[in-house]
């Protein structure tokens, strides 16, 4: 298909729907106002997503899929980009007249945010489009070997050393990974996949049970964007960019240096570096006392300005 039928295709299929849910949370957040009950709503639909809809996803797939060194090229990708935007932000909000005045609080909450993609919520339809239904397993190997280890370390620690500064505090990262559902689901699913006891009517239902996990989370993603206050700022405009951009064209180039067929998998990377910021960097952003509304802005001109980005590397034939 031609790059201008994959294009037509894409938006059709994936960004109107996509756009539906976050309209329609922004539209229930209008009507609920800014802050108070929206905020209850959006925290409550996250809690939900988190303790039932992605572990039970993450269960079945990983209880219904090999691992193999291919798969597991995705996170190596992914984490080199991550690493690569979070070196170039340092330089840009520390280092340069782009970060001059502003608190390092706001400085960590952006550079978080520019290191870190919304690879299931936003990724998994997109790779789907591409690759298949199958598709989904790069999303999930990414955030279980990549995004999860690395957010709750370095993530953290530039939270609370870059950012908020809080020496005296010591978070308890490893209490707080192994009491994350998703991290249990995703262990079973493996277990009862290598033991010989999966039990294909179960995997189904957990998978029938996760396809709830992106639509809720596209329409929090909605009640979570500030609509009211979603002004350009120079920095949040050049951290999107970062985001959108750098990592992916880094990669690609990585890519063509070592092979000259990029496997699938390796443009599924390529499609995971290229999402939006994830929404974690709010949550991150409140508990560790950072720049909440700055991440939240983050979010949201990240997300809108992914529609055109995303078309803009398609172009230059990065998803085959």
Known sequence: MSTAGNLAGLMVQVMLPLSLLVAAGGWWAARLGEGGEADVLRAQLNRLVLNLFYPAILFAVAASTPVS??????????????????????????????????????????????????????????????????????????????????????????????????????????????????????????????????YPPLIQAARFIGQAAIPVIMFALGLTIPWRRLVPRTEVLAVAAVKLLVAPLLIWALVLATTATP??????????????????????????????????????????????????????????
Request: one cysteine or more; hydrophobic letters at 55%.
């Open 69 to 198: 060194t291919d798969l597991l090229t995705v996170p190596l990708l992914v984490g080199i980009g991550a690493l690569a935007n979070g070196a170039l932000l340092y330089l840009l909000l520390w280092k340069t007249r782009l970060g001059e005045g502003l608190a390092d609080t706001t400085r960590a909450a952006l550079m978080l945010g520019g290191m870190f993609g919304n690879t299931f919520n936003v990724g998994v339809p997109v790779l789907e489009y591409f690759f298949g239904a199958g598709a989904m397993r790069y999303a999930i190997f990414n955030d279980m070997f990549m995004t999860m280890p690395v957010v709750w370390t370095l993530g953290v620690w530039i939270a609370t050393r870059l950012g908020s500064h809080a020496h005296g505090e010591r978070p308890d990262l490893l209490h707080t990974v192994l009491m994350m559902p998703p991290i249990w689901a995703f262990v079973l699913g493996l277990g009862m996949q290598y033991t010989g006891i999966a």
């Open 263 to 320: 496997s699938e998998a390796q443009h599924a990377s390529l499609v995971e570096c290229a999402t939006p910021t994830f929404m974690t960097s709010l949550m991150l952003a409140e508990r560790f006392k950072l720049d909440a509304p700055a991440s939240a802005l983050l979010i949201g001109w990240s997300t809108l300005l992914f529609w055109l980005s995303l078309p803009l590397l398609m172009s230059f034939g990065l998803f085959g």
